[in-house]
């Protein structure tokens, strides 16, 4: 693999951004108006001049703070304070205000929680179609502790697009994702996929050490379960204190995944090192379509 492999030198050209302050400034404004997290500024997304430039965001429900320790992950952890039934009121609010026809909505964990917070992400979209039905929704969800019950209650909800992010191989689950269990999180995508959801995605991040083969054996293991939908973007180090970055990964590997990808059967396949979960999220919703009317 074509690698830069020192984490302490300047980004490669392909990974640097320009952020528009105007569109960051103004989305921010209305986030902190409603008291509203988005991931994109608790996770330092490299996306967020375009996304907030186009007055769009990814919302981050459940509060701000994550019962979780994943080492990729620049969310705040420790432990939340209740839960905010206020919160899908104003993400539909935040919704109207931006004027968005395709939401998408994440969270962080609450192990705390005895439904895992499925219960206000189904609020959510329930009050998001009230505002307007034709308003499609993706949701980014945890693995809800693999309580199929909770599962079932955003299930229940019909989101457009149920996402659960694999993030990484299997091997490295112990030191990326501590808390969470590989054949958990395939198992949650392959519920949704039988339960009927009507397009099923997940994502996963390079540069932390993996292999060629091992991805693409994940990629295996998502299409198998059912999963239309694949993100692959290049993990970056928030803080001294994530994890390191073992390798910049160079775009032409991103483009023989996107390749195997389409090979497996996925619907869409969005490949590249700055790719994230919901980035362009509604362009899955077209190729849906046109899928359909071929």
């Known amino acids: 693999m074509v690698v830069m492999r020192n984490p302490k030198q300047k980004l490669p050209p392909w990974l640097k951004q320009r952020v528009t302050a105007e569109g960051v400034n103004t989305v921010s404004s209305l986030m902190n108006e409603l008291a509203l997290n988005t991931v994109c500024q608790s996770a330092d997304c490299p996306n967020i001049g375009e996304c907030f430039g186009a007055r769009t965001a990814t919302f981050l429900i459940l509060g701000g703070i994550c019962t979780r320790h994943c080492r990729f992950c620049s969310v705040p952890k420790g432990r939340p304070q209740g839960l905010d039934l206020e919160e899908p009121e104003r993400v539909a609010q935040a919704v109207k205000t931006l004027g968005l ?22 609020a959510c979209i329930q009050r998001i179609r009230q505002l307007n039905h034709e308003i499609t929704v993706e949701i980014l969800v945890p693995d809800f502790g693999g309580d199929e019950a909770a599962l079932s209650v955003v299930l229940e909800a019909s989101p457009q697009v149920f996402n659960h992010n694999i993030e990484t191989v299997p091997r490295l689950y112990p030191l990326v994702r501590p808390e969470a269990i590989y054949q958990r999180s395939l198992d949650i995508l392959q519920k949704a996929a039988e339960y009927g959801a009507s397009l099923t995605k997940s994502g996963i991040m390079l540069g932390l050490g993996e292999t060629e083969q091992e991805v693409v054996q994940v990629l295996k293991d998502l299409a198998a379960r059912g999963v239309k939908a694949i993100t692959i973007g290049q993990y970056l180090q928030p803080s001294p204190e994530h994890l390191p970055v073992v390798e910049y990964v160079h775009p032409e590997y991103y483009k023989m995944y996107e390749e195997v990808g389409y090979s497996l059967g996925f619907l869409q396949v969005v490949s590249g090192p700055l790719v994230r979960s919901s980035y362009h999220a509604a362009m899955l919703l077209d190729a849906n379509k046109d899928d359909k009317n071929r």
């Open 101 to 122: 026809k395709h939401t998408v909505i994440t969270s962080v964990t609450r192990d705390d929680l005895a439904d895992g917070g499925a219960g206000l992400f189904a």
